[in-house]
């Protein structure tokens, strides 16, 4: 226990609010994580109320008024709590939300709630600017990973595999590792719509351990023309895609943390985490990535190197425990 204090969590237990698909991210990263840090957690699981609904505001109410809490810790999915619920919930106790997808959430999103909290956490140093412009308290941090529970040391021999993906497949996604394919590098795939299916956290550890390359894949739709003419659809998801811009994730953090060598697309604030080149491997297009595969393939003394000292790195600045540490830390100085 780090804080003497009570926190009441508001969060989705299962990924996406489906049993089927195992603990959200949420559960892994935040509840476990408060459980090491907070003298007392409670937690109030919103999956039921995917819809939102009068419902959901009562319950809420009613379970945090019971609890009493010294913070309400908020990681909002979409629209299900009410205005009236957050203000009544502010004037009565602390109250804060994660938004971790600021990049390309702001606009629609973040920038209309923010108010309804006493303070917010972003990921983002711009829209934390434009947070605070807006008179908004906004406390700057970032992804993080949590410790695998078995021991994920760096490995020098015995990989499974030569190079892997670990992410759900989208468009951009399968266009990339077909560029690669063509070049003749093999990529394992592994997650939603791969052929090897989804994976759980732990054996996801045990796949970027066992990987001689991780590759760390963009998310969000790009402008690379040879992407948009490969299909008109991809034009059109292009033109209408509010993901577009890039941003540090919890993936760049979850590989070196797991022993795992990581080979990534560069975006801005990574150099702020890692030392690129000596920490972690980045690449800019599908073309510097099959180079650099190929180098780091055949250069296993320089790939150890970057991994052991990514390794180290995130283990002694990228834990969720550091981060909240941080975070909380400024929290009870407001």
């Given at each position: 226990?780090?804080?003497?204090k009570?926190?009441?969590t508001?969060?989705l237990h ?7 698909r ?5 559960k892994?990263?935040?509840y ?6 907070f003298?007392?957690?409670?937690t109030?699981w ?6 939102g609904g009068?419902e959901?505001?009562?319950s809420?109410?009613?379970?945090v ?10 990681v909002?999915?979409?629209w ?5 619920t ?7 106790y602390?109250?804060?939300?994660w938004?971790?997808?600021?990049q390309w959430?702001y ?5 209309k ?9 972003t990921?983002?140093?711009y829209?934390?600017f434009?947070h605070r ?6 406390i ?17 021999d015995?990989?499974?595999y030569e190079v892997s993906?670990v ?5 951009v996604?399968e266009w990339?590792?077909?560029k690669?394919?063509?070049k ?5 795939c592994?997650?939603?719509?791969w ?7 732990d054996e996801?550890?045990?796949?970027f ?5 991780n590759l ?19 034009i059109?998801?292009w033109?209408?895609a509010r ?6 994730k919890?993936?760049?953090?979850e590989v070196p943390?797991s022993?795992g ?12 985490h ?9 690449y800019?297009?599908?073309?510097d990535?099959a180079?650099?595969?190929?180098i ?8 150890n ?15 969720y425990?550091k ?7 400024k929290?009870?100085e407001?």
């Amino acid at each position: 226990m780090f804080f003497d204090k009570k926190i009441v969590t508001v969060m989705l237990h299962w990924d996406y609010g489906q049993k089927e698909r195992g603990d959200s991210g949420s559960k892994i990263w935040f509840y476990d994580t408060f459980v090491d840090l907070f003298s007392e957690v409670s937690t109030f699981w919103f999956d039921d109320y995917m819809d939102g609904g009068a419902e959901l505001q009562k319950s809420l109410i009613e379970f945090v008024d019971k609890e009493k809490p010294d913070l309400v810790f908020f990681v909002p999915n979409k629209w299900q709590f009410d205005n009236e619920t957050l203000d009544y919930l502010r004037t009565r106790y602390n109250t804060c939300a994660w938004f971790g997808d600021d990049q390309w959430r702001y606009d629609d999103f973040s920038s209309k709630l923010a108010n309804k909290f006493s303070f917010v956490i972003t990921t983002d140093p711009y829209t934390n600017f434009l947070h605070r412009k807006n008179g908004v308290e906004s406390i700057l941090s970032e992804w993080a990973a949590i410790d695998y529970s078995s021991d994920l040391s760096p490995r020098t021999d015995g990989f499974m595999y030569e190079v892997s993906f670990v992410g759900g497949k989208n468009s951009v996604r399968e266009w990339f590792i077909n560029k690669l394919e063509s070049k003749g590098i093999e990529v394992e795939c592994f997650g939603s719509g791969w052929s090897n299916g989804r994976v759980g956290y732990d054996e996801m550890g045990d796949i970027f351990n066992l990987s001689k390359i991780n590759l760390n894949l963009s998310n969000s739709i790009i402008g690379d023309i040879d992407y948009l003419i490969r299909s008109p659809k991809n034009i059109v998801r292009w033109l209408i895609a509010r993901k577009t811009s890039e941003q540090v994730k919890a993936r760049n953090f979850e590989v070196p943390m797991s022993g795992g060598f990581q080979l990534t697309n560069y975006v801005y604030g990574l150099e702020s985490h890692f030392e690129i080149g000596r920490e972690v491997a980045a690449y800019s297009g599908y073309d510097d990535c099959a180079k650099a595969i190929e180098i780091y393939l055949g250069r296993n003394d320089l790939r150890n190197e970057i991994c052991r000292k990514g390794y180290e790195r995130a283990h002694r600045d990228h834990s969720y425990q550091k981060r909240f540490k941080e975070v909380f830390s400024k929290v009870w100085e407001m």
